[in-house]
Protein backbone atom coordinates (compact mmCIF):
# COMPACT_ATOMS: atom_id res chain seq x y z
CA UNK A 1 0.00 0.00 0.00
CA UNK A 2 1.19 3.48 -1.21
CA UNK A 3 1.80 6.40 1.64
CA UNK A 4 -1.71 8.05 1.65
CA UNK A 5 -0.12 11.69 1.71
CA UNK A 6 -4.29 13.42 1.28
CA UNK A 7 -5.10 12.41 4.92
CA UNK A 8 -5.74 15.37 7.45
CA UNK A 9 -2.38 14.59 9.12
CA UNK A 10 -2.99 17.45 11.66
CA UNK A 11 -6.00 16.26 13.15
CA UNK A 12 -5.23 12.53 14.04
CA UNK A 13 -3.66 11.46 17.28
CA UNK A 14 -1.64 8.26 15.85
CA UNK A 15 -1.11 7.40 19.65
CA UNK A 16 -5.31 7.20 19.82
CA UNK A 17 -5.51 5.84 16.30
CA UNK A 18 -2.27 3.35 15.79
CA UNK A 19 -4.65 1.52 13.27
CA UNK A 20 -4.46 4.81 10.84
CA UNK A 21 -0.51 4.84 10.78
CA UNK A 22 1.02 3.75 7.27
CA UNK A 23 3.99 2.54 7.44
CA UNK A 24 4.92 3.50 3.58
CA UNK A 25 8.47 3.31 2.35
CA UNK A 26 11.94 4.63 3.92
CA UNK A 27 11.11 8.08 5.57
CA UNK A 28 7.29 8.53 4.33
CA UNK A 29 5.61 10.50 6.57
CA UNK A 30 8.43 10.90 9.27
CA UNK A 31 7.54 14.78 9.47
CA UNK A 32 3.86 14.31 9.60
CA UNK A 33 3.03 11.93 12.17
CA UNK A 34 1.45 13.10 15.48
CA UNK A 35 2.54 13.25 18.57
CA UNK A 36 6.15 11.23 17.63
CA UNK A 37 7.03 14.10 14.94
CA UNK A 38 7.11 16.12 18.02
CA UNK A 39 8.51 14.44 20.66
CA UNK A 40 11.69 12.91 18.17
CA UNK A 41 11.85 15.85 16.50
CA UNK A 42 13.91 18.17 18.92
CA UNK A 43 16.73 15.48 19.00
CA UNK A 44 17.53 14.98 16.02
CA UNK A 45 21.08 16.75 14.57
CA UNK A 46 23.49 15.68 12.25
CA UNK A 47 25.68 18.78 12.06
CA UNK A 48 28.89 16.89 13.36
CA UNK A 49 29.69 13.69 14.61
CA UNK A 50 29.62 14.12 18.21
CA UNK A 51 25.52 15.90 17.95
CA UNK A 52 25.08 12.73 15.50
CA UNK A 53 26.53 10.67 17.92
CA UNK A 54 23.94 12.23 21.16
CA UNK A 55 21.26 12.51 18.99
CA UNK A 56 21.03 8.96 17.45
CA UNK A 57 21.82 7.66 20.93
CA UNK A 58 18.62 9.57 21.80
CA UNK A 59 16.64 8.95 19.56
CA UNK A 60 17.64 4.79 19.57
CA UNK A 61 16.81 5.33 23.37
CA UNK A 62 13.37 6.16 22.46
CA UNK A 63 12.71 3.96 19.76
CA UNK A 64 13.71 1.05 22.64
CA UNK A 65 10.82 3.06 25.26
CA UNK A 66 8.55 2.92 22.37
CA UNK A 67 9.29 -1.13 22.11
CA UNK A 68 8.86 -1.72 26.01
CA UNK A 69 5.50 0.31 25.29
CA UNK A 70 4.38 -2.28 22.63
CA UNK A 71 4.18 1.16 20.76
CA UNK A 72 4.87 -0.47 17.07
CA UNK A 73 3.86 3.71 15.63
CA UNK A 74 6.39 5.68 17.77
CA UNK A 75 9.53 2.79 17.75
CA UNK A 76 8.99 3.01 13.30
CA UNK A 77 8.78 6.44 13.66
CA UNK A 78 12.06 6.82 15.57
CA UNK A 79 13.56 4.11 13.17
CA UNK A 80 12.71 6.71 10.47
CA UNK A 81 14.21 9.23 12.38
CA UNK A 82 17.59 7.52 12.17
CA UNK A 83 16.87 6.69 8.86
CA UNK A 84 16.46 9.96 7.88
CA UNK A 85 19.44 11.08 9.81
CA UNK A 86 21.61 8.97 7.46
CA UNK A 87 20.27 9.94 4.34
CA UNK A 88 20.26 13.81 5.26
CA UNK A 89 23.74 13.67 6.49
CA UNK A 90 24.42 11.30 3.43
CA UNK A 91 23.34 14.23 1.10
CA UNK A 92 25.43 16.98 2.70
CA UNK A 93 28.44 14.58 3.05
CA UNK A 94 28.03 14.40 -1.17
CA UNK A 95 26.70 18.26 -1.56
CA UNK A 96 28.06 20.81 0.96
CA UNK A 97 24.39 22.84 0.00
CA UNK A 98 22.44 19.89 0.36
CA UNK A 99 20.76 20.42 -2.81
CA UNK A 100 21.78 17.52 -5.18
CA UNK A 101 21.15 19.05 -8.58
CA UNK A 102 22.07 22.09 -9.98
CA UNK A 103 19.33 24.83 -9.03
CA UNK A 104 18.66 26.25 -12.80
CA UNK A 105 19.36 22.99 -14.67
CA UNK A 106 20.14 22.55 -17.84
CA UNK A 107 18.29 19.23 -18.61
CA UNK A 108 20.18 16.17 -20.39
CA UNK A 109 19.13 15.61 -24.17
CA UNK A 110 16.18 12.80 -24.04
CA UNK A 111 17.40 9.27 -24.59
CA UNK A 112 16.70 6.95 -27.05
CA UNK A 113 13.85 5.55 -25.08
CA UNK A 114 12.18 8.07 -24.67
CA UNK A 115 12.82 8.24 -20.37
CA UNK A 116 11.86 11.96 -19.47
CA UNK A 117 15.61 14.04 -19.28
CA UNK A 118 16.95 14.22 -15.95
CA UNK A 119 18.45 17.40 -13.75
CA UNK A 120 21.89 17.88 -13.66
CA UNK A 121 23.52 16.80 -10.69
CA UNK A 122 26.35 18.91 -9.11
CA UNK A 123 29.52 17.74 -8.60
CA UNK A 124 30.18 15.65 -4.85
CA UNK A 125 32.40 17.59 -2.85
CA UNK A 126 32.84 15.56 0.04
CA UNK A 127 32.73 16.48 3.81
CA UNK A 128 34.20 13.96 6.28
CA UNK A 129 32.28 15.25 9.09
CA UNK A 130 28.57 14.98 7.23
CA UNK A 131 29.95 11.64 6.41
CA UNK A 132 31.22 10.70 10.08
CA UNK A 133 27.80 11.62 10.87
CA UNK A 134 26.02 9.83 7.99
CA UNK A 135 27.86 5.74 9.67
CA UNK A 136 26.85 7.06 13.37
CA UNK A 137 23.17 7.17 12.25
CA UNK A 138 23.29 4.13 9.65
CA UNK A 139 24.57 2.16 12.32
CA UNK A 140 21.43 3.17 15.13
CA UNK A 141 19.35 2.61 12.09
CA UNK A 142 20.26 -0.62 11.05
CA UNK A 143 20.38 -1.90 14.45
CA UNK A 144 16.71 -0.69 14.90
CA UNK A 145 15.37 -2.36 12.09
CA UNK A 146 17.01 -5.76 13.20
CA UNK A 147 15.35 -5.65 16.21
CA UNK A 148 13.55 -8.77 16.96
CA UNK A 149 10.44 -6.73 19.05
CA UNK A 150 10.40 -4.46 16.10
CA UNK A 151 9.81 -7.04 13.55
CA UNK A 152 6.95 -8.55 15.66
CA UNK A 153 5.56 -5.35 16.02
CA UNK A 154 5.59 -4.53 12.36
CA UNK A 155 4.43 -7.88 11.46
CA UNK A 156 1.07 -7.66 13.39
CA UNK A 157 0.51 -4.00 12.55
CA UNK A 158 0.66 -4.94 8.98
CA UNK A 159 -1.44 -8.23 9.79
CA UNK A 160 -3.95 -5.46 11.75
CA UNK A 161 -4.14 -2.83 9.48
CA UNK A 162 -2.65 -3.01 6.05
CA UNK A 163 -4.46 -4.77 3.58
Known amino acids: MSFD ?3 D ?3 IDFRQHPELYQIGKGEQGVLMVEPYKSEILPHWRFKSPELAQ ?3 ERIFSMFLDYL ?3 DFVGADMA ?3 LQMGYTRSRRYANHKSGRKYASNPQKAPDTASGKAARQ ?3 PREEDPMKAASARI ?3 KWEEAKANERYQQLMQA ?3 RHEP
Open 5 to 7: YAR
Open 9 to 11: YAQ
Open 54 to 56: ASS
Open 68 to 70: SQD
Open 79 to 81: RKF
Open 120 to 122: QVL
Open 137 to 139: FKA
Open 157 to 159: HKA
